[in-house]
């Protein structure tokens, strides 16, 4: 399978999952696999959700792949500007939701296209980039930084 149709299938699942996506988030539903893994699942985000409070994020921060919002919430708390892009406008309305800041800037975008307007003092994303296909990598890193 070519990177751009890999591309186009990722786009097309998330936006057809939004509105189940945080089923799958919350381990919950037909994605419940008992008290044992969701409570692992649970450590794994308290770790992640530590070193990102230790980090102390501030300044313009960019957050790619939004999602849902589960990070943005977070990030929304310390950031002094917080833009998020993603592909799926499904996703980013549950965000805007969830995150409830009138204040967060979001973009609806192709991250292998999106150009920035500016620079941020932090560049954000968690599980996405599992999804960036090894050639375009290199154009991925280069936008970031």
């Not at 977070?74 to 995150?99: C, G, M, W, Y």
């Not at 150009?115 to 994303?125: G, I, K, L, T």
Request: negative net charge.
């Amino acid at each position: 399978m070519e990177d751009e149709e890999i591309v186009a299938d990722q786009v097309a699942y998330y936006r057809a999952r939004a509105p189940s996506y945080d089923e799958w988030w919350q381990r919950c539903g037909a994605y419940d696999k008992g008290p044992e893994m969701a409570a692992e699942w649970d450590r794994q985000l308290d770790q992640v959700e530590e070193a990102l409070r230790a980090f102390s994020v501030s300044g313009s921060v960019l957050e790619l792949a939004g999602g849902t919002g589960w990070w943005t919430e977070r990030l929304a708390q310390t950031a002094d500007h917080l833009t998020v892009v993603a592909s799926s406008p499904e996703v980013l309305e549950i965000n805007r939701i969830r995150t409830a800041r009138a204040d967060v800037e979001y973009e609806v975008a192709d991250l292998f296209a999106w150009v920035p307007r500016s620079s941020y003092d932090v560049v954000f994303f968690s599980f996405w980039l599992s999804h960036v296909p090894r050639q375009r990598c290199a154009a991925f890193w280069s936008m970031v930084r």
